[in-house]
């Protein structure tokens, strides 16, 4: 479908005709580019394969020199791409096959200063903890194929804010009060000075809004929902770890569903201790927050009192191994078990999804009307079990029968690799990962894109 909206090559030209024309070259500086063409030539291939060496040997993994790779100029980035068209070889496209599914998308990530995004990262949790597909996309798509230092002939921007980085000194949770203002600095920044944000409102424009309700940007339901997305992003693509499959207020506004972010290397290091088909000794897991007595919290129960049924109905049956305290080797208990409880907290989301799949585990998902990640790669009804939140009382009986029947067939399915891939995210773009995945999702709503859109109506025009 979106297939045919790619503009033709010159289409291309025409684009870059513009951008000529809009910072009006003088002649003279045109035929000086001309005369030492090989020369400039010469550099800037030798400059990208340089830049290039370096994005790849980044030693300490973090995003390579965003501060210093500004925005390019428009002249800047007409003469790259000059230069790639002349000589045919359009090196970025060559290094993977997945442009092909990809169609050939264009993102444009704006180099903005540290204080919204790399300054953050002086405190490591900001790389690994469960909202940290915020700086793991970001990561990824700063060395992937699909990005273009050309924001004229990108399809999406994406705006790098880190707004999940601002750990409480008194309980260690992240405090998410700065993210609207963080954000509402960020557009402002570009907006003014760019066009590329006023001329679409921002549709084209992604954000990752990765806490417990998306761009609400509030842990409890009900502030989140009265407060709402801000009225500047409701015009935005928001990737965001909330999903429902009913009409609320925390998901209105174009989005992409992502799984919440675990590390990995965590993942490989527990399995190459205990394999997925090895040995499960636990026949159902839980450790987290699970209160006996559950305060009344504005209105609400955490996890709406499912996890205290939980405790109170299997705590005394042997076969449940449920925990209440941190333990930092939990991993590994997730490799050993059957099935891995993944009731809802504040959110109907948790990082168990992603943790129980990783490592094998059948994830019984209890958060009724929850959307989940990457439907088309994932093949959730497949691999897990969902019990609704009034049945979580009869689970023993409910997994007794799934156990005598058709376990065997859920862990094969669930036990494909393919199915893990999709859940984690890599610091370089991987075939089928997770920040592939949110590219592919991309790829299928183009018609958002500022500049694919022209084009298609230009060549409705045209023929
Ligand atoms: C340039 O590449 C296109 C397709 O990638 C090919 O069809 C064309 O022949 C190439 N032109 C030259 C001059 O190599
Ligand atoms: C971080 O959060 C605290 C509240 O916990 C707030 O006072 C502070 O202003 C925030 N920092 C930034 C840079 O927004
Ligand atoms: C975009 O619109 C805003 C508000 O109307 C304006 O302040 C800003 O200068 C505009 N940006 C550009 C690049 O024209
Ligand atoms: C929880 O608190 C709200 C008011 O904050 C109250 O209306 C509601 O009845 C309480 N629920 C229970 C079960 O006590
Ligand atoms: C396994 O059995 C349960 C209960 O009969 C059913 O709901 C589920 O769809 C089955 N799953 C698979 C993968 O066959």
Redesign the pocket.
Known sequence: MAEQKRPPNRRGFYVKMKLLHKHARPQQEKSCFFKYYKWVLWFSLSLYFFTSYLISNNPNGKPTSLHKTRVPNAKSSVVSRALFQSINVTAPEQITSTQGILKHLKVFVYDLPPKYNTDWLSNVRCNNHLFASEVAIHRALLTSDVRTFDPYEADYFFVPVYVSCNFSTVNGFPAIGHARSLIASAVQLF?????FW?RSQGSDHIFVASHDFGACFHTLEDVAIADGIPEFLKNSIILQTFGVQYKHPCQEAENVVIPPYVSPESVRSTLERAPVTGRRDIWVFFRGKMEVHPKNVSGRFYSKQVRTVIWREFNGDRRFYLRRQRFAGYQSEIARSVFCLCPLGWAPWSPRLVESVALGCVPVIIADGIRLPFPSAVRWPEISLTVAEKDVGKLAKILEDVAATNLSSIQRNLWDPRTRRALLFNNHVQEGDATWQVLRALSEKLDRSYRSSRVSRQLVIDT
């Open positions: 907006s003014s000075q760019y066009p006023n």
